[in-house]
């Protein structure tokens, strides 16, 4: 079954110690993308990808790393989570770019 | 900024009626269009897309776009309850900019 796997789907953390969500989609991919929602203001990019070790910036990148030495992982990385992280976060894939993505079943993130 | 606006709703139409979700964008370089569904506690799913004026229809979904407007409706035809969701706008020129999303409830 084709798939954008996101481990964990619940995370409650404190402010400081250092995370890890994983990304993983097993379409072959290039493209794969980061975004976190929150009510009120939509999905915003945090990174995106367009192929192995190729990564880019999105509109809200501040606080968050990413890697992407695999074709089929992307994880997101908080290495200081703050309160204001807390949010829920979705990784995306597709096979052209920006456009037509698949979505994980997303992280909800909590920071105390 | 370039932005996606569309109305966060609630909006409520009845059983079998249609429901016409709205969406302006800022950015006139825009070339494609999306709709993504998102249940309530799920991710969001892309249910169509649009790139040239005028519409597009997939079954009981039709997508409508207006580029000199910058204007991209979702009509949804005999609405179930099962169509209760937020539906989300995208526009992608250089990158893609969600809108916030309409919550769209069908009534019984």
């Known amino acids: 079954e084709a798939q954008v796997t996101q481990n964990p789907r619940y995370l409650i953390t404190v402010t400081g110690k250092k995370l890890t969500v994983t990304c993983s989609q097993n379409?072959?991919?290039?493209?794969m993308s980061w975004y976190r929602q929150d009510p009120g203001l939509g999905l915003r990019q945090i990174y995106y990808s367009m192929n192995v070790e190729v990564t880019d910036k999105g509109d809200v990148p501040e606080g968050y790393k990413v890697s992407r030495k695999e074709k089929r992982n992307f994880p997101l990385i908080l290495e200081s989570p703050s309160p204001n992280q807390t949010s829920l976060y979705f990784c995306a894939s597709s096979s052209g770019g920006h456009e037509k993505l698949f979505f994980g079943s997303g992280t909800q993130l909590s920071v105390l | 900024q370039k932005e996606v606006e569309q109305n966060s709703g609630p909006l409520s139409v009845p059983e079998g009626a249609i429901a016409s979700l709205n969406c302006t964008y800022s950015d006139r370089g825009s070339q494609s269009f999306f709709w993504y569904r998102q249940y309530s506690g799920k991710s969001p799913e892309l249910i169509m897309f649009i790139y040239s004026n005028g519409d597009k229809e997939d079954g009981r979904f039709t997508a409508q776009l207006n580029k000199a407007s910058q204007y991209v409706s979702l009509l949804i035809r005999d609405s179930q309850p099962s169509d209760s969701a937020t539906y989300l706008c995208a526009a992608q020129g250089g990158k893609l900019i969600f809108g916030q999303g309409t919550e769209l409830s069908v009534k019984p």
């Open positions: 379409m072959n991919h290039e493209y």
